[in-house]
């Protein structure tokens, strides 16, 4: 009797042999990410974390989990306050705390020129080849 | 006068005499909001109409539910308004928007409008049909209304320049009718439109779908008469109240092609996604969000070359579509209604009835629909973009732009009072409207 999970069964019916995983381990973490993430394609994925403010972003991860789950928020929403304080942080370290302007909820005084390429550049840059 | 008969779609070439023959002024060709609200403009000028509507009944349908304030005017006008309100049409002054991550982004608020109507009134769908329906009772000298009937051909005049009639299977028996205007008002498929060869152009391929869901009514202040709209990295989620304020209509921002995954899904993975989208509903049952008439449809911008041709007018969807996002289309259909029939009692009265007569309903609604839809694809294009970057950057613009006379601005364009009507174009200007008409 087979349980249908043995090698001559699978051949048999023409089934993948499960001898190694179908992906590498690289692919795998990958879908992980992109699901619990809810990102339709690897392609978006991929052109996320090609950014280098989201690579430096995901180091404070952690913190920006605890922050999301304080405010009783599902945890897909911590990269996005990752990336967000690392914008924060960047541009303070250009000269502009920004921290008023994007979390008082009653500010609705739009961003100077300024300000706003500062963000588009960070956001924009190219990783280093 | 003797006629040509030509099949349309599948429909076959007959030249037996029809088993009911019947004779009006105006012929209308589907019997959903377009065609509905053409009868009673036409009935305002007392041209008599018969509707041919294929369903057999009212169709429960998931589409429009939001009638905007100029909209609500006109169905004043005609009497369909105590219907709409007694059908249990909900007031609604207010949208806000709101990014799930951010929180409240921003207001558009109705209630400073110009004229009766401040607000937004939300039917659902179906029930829009019943109140034009119920309203016809007190018409029923100008409206007939033929419903089962599936219209399978038109009928030329000799020189196959105008068409004069369409003919058709209702209950086993054919039918005939002869106009001296045929309305088309069969929706996005139209089957006259394509009939008549008048291509549609798209204006822009849209790279998502909705899907349509239901729950109950989440009961917090910020859905009292207000509807929400969240916006951010998986795209645009609209809360709408509906009739009575206990449920609303969710449409949800899906990719293209996405609504098999999605009707895959357990009751816990839906309501996973929908509160990270739309976290006020974690104070609803969503396990039934799928069960009552959700479905998915592709957005779509598609504009008609024509709207007139050989005597036909093409109306709301047959003429074009448009994104959903602002609620525009049904309301577009109200306008093409209004306007086209005080083009048809010109023509009757003075001007006589051909596509050049006729040709003024298309002058006059052609542009303010491009412009109507120029907007609303604009505001779709702000709405619906999706991404973490949106989520953190683009969604702050909501808040950011507070300017009160923008945004005053876009209320009257979304409510419709930029849109003018047959009145405001003087259509009817030094011609006394209480007279019936013969020209032509």
Known sequence: MTTGNDRATAKRQGMPELTRPAISEIDALQEVVRVMLGFQTRDQLDELFRKPIVRQAVMNLEKALEMTRARRQPDEFALALAVEMELLKQTREAGHDLEALFNDPDHHVAPSAEIASLIEKIWTEEPDA | ?440
């Not at chain 2, 589409?63 to 006109?74: A, E």
């Not at chain 2, 023509?347 to 006589?352: A, I, M, T, V, Y």
Request: with cysteine; net charge neutral.
């Open chain 2, 1 to 440: 006068m003797s006629v040509k008969r030509m099949p349309i779609g599948h429909g076959g070439l007959s030249d037996a005499r029809a088993d009911i023959e019947l004779e009006t002024e105006v012929v209308i060709v589907g019997g959903a909001v377009a065609g509905a609200s053409m009868a009673h403009a036409l009935a305002e000028y007392n041209v008599s109409s018969i509707i041919f509507e294929r369903h057999a009944r009212i169709p429960e349908v998931n589409r429009g539910d939001v009638l905007q304030p100029l909209t609500l005017s006109m169905l004043d006008r005609w009497g369909v308004y105590p219907h709409v309100t007694a059908m249990g049409g909900f007031p609604l002054y207010e949208w806000n928007f709101y990014n799930p991550r951010i929180g409240h982004l921003g207001t558009w608020n109705f209630s400073s409008l110009p004229g009766k109507f401040n607000h937004q009134t939300i039917l659902r769908h179906s029930r829009i049909h019943e109140a034009l329906y119920a309203a016809m009772d007190a018409k029923a000298h100008l409206i007939n209304v033929q419903r089962g009937s599936e219209v399978t051909g038109v009928l030329f005049d000799e020189d196959r320049q105008a068409v004069v009639g369409i003919y058709g299977e209702q209950n086993g028996r054919t039918f005939e009718a002869r106009a001296r205007v045929v309305v088309a008002a069969d929706g996005p498929r139209s089957q006259l439109r394509r009939f008549l060869q008048i291509d549609q152009e798209e204006r822009y391929k849209y790279d998502h779908e909705y899907l349509m869901l239901t729950t109950p009514r989440p009961k917090v202040p910020e859905m009292d008469r207000k509807g929400i709209q969240y916006v951010g990295n998986h795209g645009l989620v609209v809360l709408i109240p509906l009739d009575g304020g206990e449920e609303i209509r969710i449409p949800v921002q899906i990719p293209r092609g996405a609504q098999p995954e999605w009707r895959r899904l357990s009751e816990s993975q839906l309501r996973n996604r929908l509160l990270v989208r739309a976290p006020v509903l974690e104070h609803v049952d969503t396990s039934g969000a799928m069960a009552h008439l959700s479905h998915s449809y592709p957005v779509s911008w598609l504009q008609s070359r024509c709207y007139v041709k050989h005597n036909v007018c093409l109306i709301g969807e047959a003429a074009r579509t448009v994104h959903p996002t602002t609620a525009q289309g049904m309301n577009m259909a109200f306008l093409d209604a209004e306007v086209l029939a005080a083009v048809i009692k010109r023509c009757f009265l003075r001007d006589g009835v051909s596509d050049e007569s006729l040709g003024l309903y298309e002058s006059a609604r052609r542009p303010v629909a491009e412009k109507v839809m120029e907007t609303s694809h604009h505001q779709t294009v702000h709405h619906t973009a999706r991404g973490l970057w949106h989520d953190i950057w683009g969604s702050r613009m909501y808040r950011w732009v507070e300017d009160d006379t923008a945004k005053r601005e876009l209320s009257i364009s979304v409510a419709g009072l930029n849109n003018p009507t047959s009145k405001s174009l003087g259509i009817l200007e030094g011609l006394d409207v209480t007279a019936g008409g013969s020209s032509g």
